[in-house]
């Protein structure tokens, strides 16, 4: 079946370094990515996406970087501050259905 | 601007009782879905909407049943609530038929069936 996963549950960072959260996908047909980010007790909001024909997209203080070969992808917070502290999800899409991965808890220490 | 609207906030079921959890958009999205959320398993999709009159299974759609009468609306009913229902249940939308943009989320949705 079709998964997305995440290599690390909990991520802890210094106010102002790069925080890198990464993210397996399954299924090579998969054709549109996205990053989600969920705070406590909210929904989740987007972040950025990718389209599988792309390698690199940039955001505001986010870079997502997608490597088809190894069914790879990753989310870049440059100047990580306390307000990205979260849970980020990516998601993948395959046959017009979008299948998140389990989130990675970000914590940042001031 | 209201965005994806999701009401109750929070219930509290016994186990064989039915209720429905109500989702309404204001942003004219043809697509809308239902997810849950529990510890340890990220989101999973249950069902989904392309447009009005149109629903389709998601990844674990037992116990759930869904319609579109209107574009702005996505009920979810659950007719025997089972313990295995409690979780987070999160109505998400977005412009695109094929979840291809932006999922806008609601609140979310806290059911536990005791």
């Known amino acids: 079946g079709e998964s997305v996963g995440l290599h690390l549950p909990t991520l802890s960072v210094q106010e102002g370094d790069n925080s890198i959260i990464n993210c397996a996908y399954s299924?090579?047909?998969?054709?549109?990515f996205i990053w989600y980010k969920q705070e406590s007790g909210k929904g989740p909001q987007f972040i950025i996406d990718?389209?599988?024909?792309?390698d690199k997209r940039q955001g505001q203080r986010v870079t997502v970087l997608l490597n088809k070969t190894v069914k790879h992808l990753s989310l870049q917070i440059a100047a990580t501050q306390p307000g990205d502290s979260a849970v980020y999800f990516c998601?993948?899409?395959?046959?017009?259905?979008?299948?998140f991965g389990q989130g990675t808890e970000l914590s940042v220490k001031p | 601007n209201a965005g994806v609207t999701q009401t109750p906030k929070f219930q509290v079921l016994k186990t064989g009782q039915s209720m429905t959890l109500q989702c309404a958009q204001d942003?004219?999205?043809?697509?809308m879905s239902w997810y849950r959320q529990d510890p340890g398993m990220g989101l999973r999709l249950i069902h989904y909407?392309?447009?009005?009159?149109?629903?389709d299974q998601g990844e674990v759609p037992n116990g759930y049943n869904v319609s579109r009468s209107t574009t702005e609306d996505f009920p979810l009913r659950l007719l025997s609530a089972a313990p295995s229902q409690t979780s987070v249940y999160f109505c998400?939308?977005?412009?695109?038929?094929?979840?291809?943009?932006?999922?806008?989320f609601g609140e979310g949705s806290r059911l536990t069936v005791l």
């Open positions: 990718i389209r599988s024909n792309m």
């Open positions: 942003m004219n999205h043809e697509y």
């Open positions: 998601a993948s899409r395959v046959g017009g259905k979008l299948i």
């Open positions: 909407s392309v447009g009005a009159g149109i629903t």
């Open positions: 299924n090579s047909a998969s054709d549109y």
């Open positions: 998400a939308s977005s412009y695109a038929t094929s979840a291809a943009g932006e999922l806008f």
